[in-house]
């Protein structure tokens, strides 16, 4: 459970990272709230907070350890990536989606986590918001 909820943090700054490149934002502190629902589970939401320098897509989606990001493609205010992370035997494959809406952002990142033969889905909720200056 803990690598689940590691990993659940890495990909909250992968996805508040992502929704940097969906269009052209100022840069600045962001804070953005995960809540990862899988059935018959309720975890409480994780909060992160990220400065964003350089608005830059090509800089935007950090090297994570033990996860790639891929297939990543911009439409209008819509950014939409693959993912994959791989840690302790488990492996999370899964494909979010995040709009930005000036100063604010939402998004979902749908997953299915492979571990020891058990496949699981989880979904990641994230909602963001700039909340001023580095």
Known sequence: MKTLIGLGAALIVLASAAAVSAQAMQPGQWETTARMEMPGMAMPPITTQQCIRDANPENAVPQMPNCAVTNRSVSGNTVRWSVRCQESGMVMNGNGEMTIHGSTSEGALQ???????????????FSGRRIGNC
């Open 111 to 125: 997953l299915t986590i492979d571990q020891g033969g058990a496949r699981q889905q989880m979904t990641h909720r």
